[in-house]
């Protein structure tokens, strides 16, 4: 069964070009239901699961293991890729999660903050003339200039980074790219960062990191989530503030400016463009927000 689950992460990581961390998600959560199979239900052939097994195994979530409905929809839905695939491979009849509904999960809307608490942010590195203070304020231009994923960042290397055209080569899965124009203080950021901050990171001529940690090793996540946490204390802000809200902001701040949605899902990287919209969505709400705060008897 496991040499089934693998196979399969394998075409996604290959055929659709899934993240690492999609496919790490996708094999604890296949790898999980497994587990259940064996131990609960004695079951040792995908071709011998059945819909009570599924409805079983959901009910365990929810009841035993108290996971939130979005876990519980996440579980849920990598096990009907996965049946799906099986069944397409022939190395099943029936697929029996075809009729298996998935938990009803609230969506939130993504927060974003202010263009003037986006400026408070930007400039609170340059207030700390060092090594590290170069690398940060490149750090936090670059993810607002171009909406990059927490992952896409970190994972940069010298050469995505094109200071002559102004633009970033983002590498988001095996097979998928695109190159992200910046703007000029972003592009000054970065030129200045790699003048003179990353050569006095750098320990190991042969690492390729473009954001490098006081190791001179490729900045984690974890890493990257410090520093911004570090200088929304220093900036004041009180709005709530994650790595990914820069994201937000930057999709959010396009669109009210009047960028087309389909430029902004190319520039996020969303295969759907439902996504982006939902961005379209928070422009609006704030939108209603303000006019209720101007016009009190509106309401």
Known sequence: MREQIEKF????REEKGYSNNTIVAYRNDLNQFAEFLNNR???????????ENLLEYVDCLRR??????????????????????????????????AE??????RKYLPTSISEEEVEKLLRAP????????????????????????????????????????????????KHRERVIPIYSRAVEALAAYLHGGRSQLVRD??????????????????????????????SGIK?????????????????????????????LGHANISTTQVYKQVSQEKLRQVYDEAHPRAR
């Open 126 to 173: 340059i207030k700390n003339d060092t090594v590290r203070g170069l690398r940060d304020t490149a750090l936090l231009e670059i993810l607002y200039a171009t909406g990059m994923r927490v992952s896409e960042v970190v994972g940069l290397n010298v050469n995505d980074v094109d200071l002559v055209n102004g633009s970033v080569r983002c590498q988001s899965g």
């Open 205 to 234: 001529e042969d690492e390729n990191a473009l954001f490098l940690n006081h190791r001179g090793k490729r900045l984690t996540r974890q890493g990257l989530w410090l520093i911004i946490k570090k200088y929304v204390h220093e």
């Open 9 to 12: 992460l394998n075409s996604l």
């Open 239 to 267: 709005s709530p503030v994650t790595p990914h809200t820069l994201r937000h902001s930057f999709a959010t701040h396009l669109l009210n400016g009047g960028a087309n949605v389909r430029e902004v899902q190319g520039l």
């Open 41 to 51: 239900a004695h079951i040792s052939s995908w071709g011998t699961v059945t819909k």
């Open 100 to 105: 298996l509904d998935s938990p009803k999960v």
């Open 64 to 97: 035993e293991h108290e996971y939130a409905s979005a876990t519980v929809a996440r579980k849920v839905a990598a096990i009907k890729s996965f049946f799906r695939s099986l069944v397409s491979r022939g190395e099943i009849r029936q697929d029996p999660s």
